[in-house]
Structures are given as structure tokens and as C-alpha cells.
């Protein structure tokens, strides 16, 4: 079983940025896509980003398109890590957001929620105006 850990949450004023990891554990994770989701408070889960298994072909959704940056750690030999870079972030990104592992390597496996068969705990970035 995989267990996905973010961190990296927080407050940020408006315009500012933020970064947020996923590190995951287990088995089989290295050859599978991964992504990003986000929930606000009375809204359903949503779908932000996503990378496929090798870090060559990325996924977004239009909300955050030139503002937001998936990549895979390049440092990290187990490719277990996935960072989300956040720039110019809005009061309408606050949110919850939960590192997902994608059903297998392609992009699109992480890009819907029944795709998903890991998620990690979430966590809170709130954005001030």
C-alpha cells in the first residue's frame, strides 16, 4: 500500500507564492502519474495538476495554467517525490490539497478523482487579499 505525505501549506497574501511536496512510500509508486486536487469549503474535490511517471508530460487545469508548476524531484533517485509550485496565488485558491496517485503512468491517470488510488491527508493553503 502506498501512503502519499504533502507538506508545504500555509497563509500567503495574495500574489504570493507557495510550494507544496509530496513524498511517497510503498509499493509501486515510481511508475505511476501523480497529481494534485483541491477542495474549499461547501465545493467538491477538484482537479489542479498532474505529471506523468517520468516527469515528461504534465496536465492543468485552466484555473491555474501559467501560475501553478508540477515536477518530479530530480534529485531524488526513488522518484518518489512530486513538488507543486505555486505562484501568484489568488484568494479563490484557498483550498485543501491532497496529493493523488494516479491507477498507472499516463497523465490522465491522475487527472480524475476515479482514477486516484492513493490520496495523501491534505494540506491547507490559505490565501489572503
Known amino acids: 500500500q502506498v501512503q502519499l505525505v504533502e507538506s508545504g501549506g500555509g497563509l500567503v497574501q495574495t500574489g504570493g507564492s507557495l510550494r507544496l511536496s509530496c513524498t511517497a512510500s510503498?509499493?509501486?509508486?515510481?511508475?505511476?502519474?501523480r497529481g494534485w486536487f483541491r477542495q474549499a469549503p461547501g465545493k467538491e474535490r477538484e482537479f489542479v495538476a498532474a505529471?506523468?511517471?517520468?516527469?515528461?508530460?504534465?496536465?492543468?487545469?485552466d484555473s491555474v495554467a501559467g501560475r501553478f508548476t508540477i515536477s518530479r524531484d530530480k534529485f531524488n533517485k526513488f522518484n518518489n517525490t512530486v513538488v507543486l509550485q505555486m505562484n501568484s496565488l489568488k484568494p479563490e485558491d484557498t483550498a485543501v490539497y491532497y496529493c493523488?496517485?494516479?491507477?498507472?503512468?499516463?497523465?490522465?491517470?491522475?487527472?480524475?478523482?476515479?482514477?486516484?488510488?492513493?490520496w495523501g491527508q491534505g494540506t491547507q493553503v490559505t490565501v489572503s487579499s
Open positions: 493523488a496517485l494516479g491507477r498507472g503512468p499516463a497523465v490522465m491517470e491522475a487527472t480524475l478523482p476515479n482514477r486516484v488510488t492513493s
Open positions: 510503498g509499493r509501486a509508486f515510481s511508475s505511476a502519474a
Open positions: 505529471i506523468n511517471w517520468s516527469g515528461g508530460n504534465t496536465n492543468y487545469a
